[in-house]
């Protein structure tokens, strides 16, 4: 063998071990349907307003939430947003699975995450590249790196746009980072979603999603085209001012559950909470 | 020919390093020395954990109306009998049975009995499961917590080389899960307002472990029902518990009142 011929072995085989470490110890790749055996008021329909339970909020989320009116989700600006991957994997919508590996190598360069509804396409890197600078452009879908830990995915995700934790007016600041995991148990697929937000949590929140692998999967586009669906004032923004929600105490008198309960916080989540009301 | 033989190289070259690397394994036991399910544990779930209850709030901290069975895949029987529950019957241990013992606002303790079964205690109920690695018979009656057959599902070994993580035993490769199979119930509800399980039910659960980036360290549970009498299909919840320090709280009420 002469020496041109014993360095691209040695090259080749170099390769094949650098590539090795990101080869994924788990297929994800396929149609997964969501499932909604949890939770089902709040990703189907949609949630009440004033339903923060369980959820470790600040002061300053609530105050936010409290402002929120439904409305604006008919102005042009607002028709086309799709969740932030914050949400998204709780809302509704098939997901599509995908890998992109070099031809070459078959090395895994990124994971694809598409949600149906409003598009929600997330990249994650797998190669190994680390963040932007704090600088860089905030996006719906933040900037997602991935790891095999055993056999769960594991995925960091910075540089969001401001979001939300739920869809009635609880925010999330564009400073939230998220950490979310993909177990997989047959055709049974568990996301965990640990959300971090300096502004408006005051601890991590922590939630999990159920998926089941759908064989014959397809989705469907979703375009969207904003139209003005209520002629307003220009400059006009729906909102109410501190204080001034008419319906803030709706769902818990429909429930019959106190105010410490709807108004959520860290505290609301725990077993002698759940003591406390009987 | 001459221009194809570089090309070849690398390809054989390739592939014989893909042929090491797919054919890595751990190291096997030492002969005649079989592991035990305490040796064996890719992760330690032992400790004290608390629910957090962030999800389906209004069916698990409180007691949700008679008829109130939203998202549970309930057939046409089972709807007409969490019809017949009687409200006076709130707190009742059927509610705190196998297939829905995680779902309640609960603490839990986990500790291995010996080196083959771990035992799991709720102060919610005052409710004892035993998961059994090693080969039980199957009791002869019955029961709400059923028998639970254990097994250690271990992640693929890494090609790069095995990622360590630290455990009760010491460094073991990162991942794997529990997985935990339960027969052999009594009939019991999935919620505290009578939402029904057959004793037909088959129970499977995946227990993993995981930290979160402020060092938190949490117990998911994802639950699966498979109830032919009462269910059109699976029933696929998933609970997760945040560990506890010493001295954490354990307040035991037993369940057969309001608890």
Request: with cysteine.
């Amino acid at each position: 063998m002469n020496r041109p011929r014993i360095a691209l072995a040695a090259l080749a085989a170099f390769l094949t071990c650098v590539a090795a470490p990101a080869a994924a110890q788990l297929n994800l790749v396929g149609y997964w349907n969501p499932l909604f055996h949890e939770d089902v008021d709040e990703r189907i329909p949609g949630p009440s307003i004033g339903d923060y339970m369980g959820l470790p909020i600040t002061d300053a989320a609530r105050l936010r939430a409290e402002a929120w009116d439904a409305s604006l989700l008919s102005m042009p600006e607002h028709q086309c947003k799709p969740h932030p991957s914050t949400y998204g994997f709780r809302g509704v919508g098939v997901l599509r699975i995908w890998e992109d590996r070099d031809e070459d190598t078959q090395q895994l360069i990124k994971i694809h995450t598409h949600i149906a509804w409003q598009e929600q396409h997330r990249e994650i890197w797998m190669d190994g590249r680390p963040h932007p600078p704090e600088y860089a452009l905030h996006t719906w879908q933040g900037f997602s790196t991935g790891a095999w830990e055993g056999d769960v995915l594991v995925v960091k995700t910075t540089h969001l746009k401001a979001g939300w934790m739920r869809r009635n007016g609880l925010p999330l600041s564009d400073r939230a980072t998220m950490t979310d995991r993909f177990h997989r148990y047959g055709d049974v697929m568990t996301h965990v979603m640990i959300v971090e937000d300096p502004v408006y949590l005051t601890e991590p929140l922590v939630k999990t999603n159920g998926f089941l692998l759908s064989p014959n999967g397809s989705m469907t586009p979703y375009p969207c085209d904003p139209v003005v669906e209520v002629v307003r004032d220009p400059g006009f923004v729906p909102h109410y001012l501190p204080g001034q929600n008419p319906f803030l105490a709706e769902f818990g008198e429909a429930h019959h559950l106190p105010p410490e309960a709807t108004r959520g916080g860290a505290a609301t989540a725990l077993p002698e909470f759940a003591e406390k009301l009987r | 020919m001459t221009t194809l033989r570089p090309t070849f190289a690398l390809m054989a070259a390739a592939a014989i390093a893909g042929a090491h690397l797919g054919a890595a394994q751990p190291p096997p036991p030492p002969p005649g020395v079989p592991q035990t399910a305490l040796q064996a544990a890719p992760i330690d779930l032992t400790g004290q954990w608390v629910a957090i209850v962030n999800e389906d709030w209004r069916w698990r901290m409180v007691t949700p109306p008679k008829g109130d069975v939203a998202s549970v895949p309930l057939n046409d029987e089972g709807r007409r009998v969490a019809e017949q529950w009687n409200p006076t019957t709130d707190g009742a241990c059927e509610a705190y049975g196998a297939a829905a013992l995680l779902r309640m606002p609960t603490r839990l303790r986990i500790r291995w009995q010996g080196d083959e079964r771990l035992v799991l205690e709720t102060d919610a109920g005052r409710q004892t499961r035993s998961l059994e690695f090693g080969t039980v018979s199957p009791p002869a009656q019955r029961s709400l917590q059923g028998h639970s057959v254990a097994k250690w599902v271990n992640p693929p070994p890494p090609p790069g080389g095995p990622g360590l993580v630290g455990s009760a035993g010491g460094t073991r490769r990162a991942g794997g899960y529990l997985e935990v199979k339960t027969t052999q119930l009594t009939p019991g509800w999935l919620r505290r307002n009578g939402v029904p399980y057959s004793e037909d039910a088959v129970v499977t659960e995946y227990f993993a472990r995981f930290q979160a980036p402020n060092g938190d360290e949490w117990l998911m549970v994802t639950t699966i029902v498979d109830d032919v009498r009462y269910l059109t299909q699976r029933f696929i919840t998933s609970s997760h518990f945040r560990r506890e320090g010493e001295g954490g709280r354990w307040n035991p009420r037993d369940c057969g009142a309001a608890s």
